[in-house]
């Protein structure tokens, strides 16, 4: 029932803003598409930020495997 009465809610809150929206400002039209499709992201279960995370170390060995520079003993890395 309540999610039944927040989506007529919605409804009613989205009509006035269509409503308004001839009048707002480039700035003000982009907040609040960026506002609505946070919540309908946020509705639909899906993140609204991204992480990640990144092995310097790792990343850095592997240019230079990839280039032929890694100082490893011989026979330790595979050619291609």
Do not use: F
């Amino acid at each position: 029932m309540l999610e039944g009465a927040c989506r007529t809610l919605a409804g009613k809150c989205l009509v006035q803003v269509e409503a308004k929206l001839p009048a707002a400002s480039a700035y003000q039209a982009a907040g609040i598409y960026g506002l609505l499709r946070t919540h309908e992201r946020l509705d639909a279960g899906e993140p609204t930020e991204i992480h990640a995370t990144l092995n310097v170390t790792a990343s850095l060995n592997l240019d230079k495997l990839i280039n032929g520079r890694l100082e490893q003993p011989p026979g330790e890395i595979e050619r291609w």
